[in-house]
């Protein structure tokens, strides 16, 4: 059997169906808020009390208890489990909801919201507490040393690296729930594309990148998530 190499991609579309708000839809997250005013580090140096609230809101929702994993992260934890190849799941949510459906070839490429980093020290360490201008690191004890561990717009997103040796290996790229509004992670199915993947974009309605991509699904990612997984499994 070919070597099937597996790199699939999410975005805020998967998470939607846990009651997690998207980014960019009618009522999602930039709607709401300016990214220049919580999601960049020149914010963070302006008014660091407006951004740790911003992702303060947005953890409390996340750890709240009727958030949890839905139909579509488990049908991708399953592909990890049952695939006799190469597997990697790129998010570039900063919820855990993979992590709790049971993924773990999993790359956070913009971060985590339950971790912090330390300015001071660097250390990441896991946090579900409200940030604020005085939160101490537990690793060296400073104070309002600590941001949260996600990606800002004009900062370089995580694990490039092992991320591009993937896409350059993959046999299969997978898009799931992301507008493919924001580079690096837009660009991926470029990159599938060169390396002879055969590429497939699973989405509410066709994104940005829709042409780049050889097939398309659309519905919701509860629906058509696990069909498509499992019609893979079927015939790997
Ligand atoms: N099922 C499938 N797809 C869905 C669903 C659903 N239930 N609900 C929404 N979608 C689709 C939307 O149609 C849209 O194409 O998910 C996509 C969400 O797009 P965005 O809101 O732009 O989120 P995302 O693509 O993940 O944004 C990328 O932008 O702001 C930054 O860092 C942030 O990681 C984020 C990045
Ligand atoms: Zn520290």
Redesign the pocket.
């Known amino acids: 059997m070919k070597a099937r190499r597996i790199v699939v991609l999410?975005?805020?579309?998967?998470s939607?169906?846990s009651g997690l708000d998207?980014?960019?839809?009618a009522d999602?997250?930039?709607s709401r808020y300016r990214?220049e005013d919580v999601?960049t580090p020149e914010a963070f140096a302006r008014n660091p009390r407006q951004v740790h609230d911003f992702y303060n809101l947005r953890r409390r929702n996340l750890l709240a208890g009727h958030v949890k994993p839905n139909a579509?992260h488990a049908a991708l934890a399953e592909l990890e489990r049952r695939w006799p190849d190469e597997f990697l799941l790129v998010t570039?949510?900063?919820d855990d909801l993979h992590e709790r459906a049971g993924s773990r070839k999993l790359v956070h490429m913009?971060g985590e919201m339950r971790k912090v980093r330390c300015a001071a020290c660097g250390a990441v360490t896991a946090n579900d507490a409200d940030l604020s201008v005085d939160s101490v690191c537990d690793a060296c004890t400073s104070s309002g040393t600590l941001r949260p561990h996600v990606?800002w717009?004009g900062e370089m997103p995580l694990e490039m690296e092992h991320i591009g040796g993937a896409l350059a290996r993959c046999n299969l790229f997978i898009s799931?729930?992301?507008?493919?509004?924001?580079y690096p992670?837009a660009g991926f199915v470029a990159e599938a594309n060169a390396a002879g993947a055969r590429t497939v974009e699973?989405?509410?309605?066709p994104?940005l990148s829709h042409s780049h991509f050889a097939e398309g699904r659309y519905?919701?990612?509860?629906a058509?998530v696990p069909d498509f997984v499992a019609a893979l499994l079927a015939k790997p």
Request: no cysteine; aromatic share 8%.
């Open positions: 999410t975005g805020a579309g998967v939607q169906e998207t980014f960019r839809d999602g997250i930039w990214v999601a579509a570039q949510n900063i913009h990606v717009f799931v729930g992301t507008s493919g509004n924001v992670a699973l989405n509410l309605e994104s519905g919701k990612a509860t058509i």
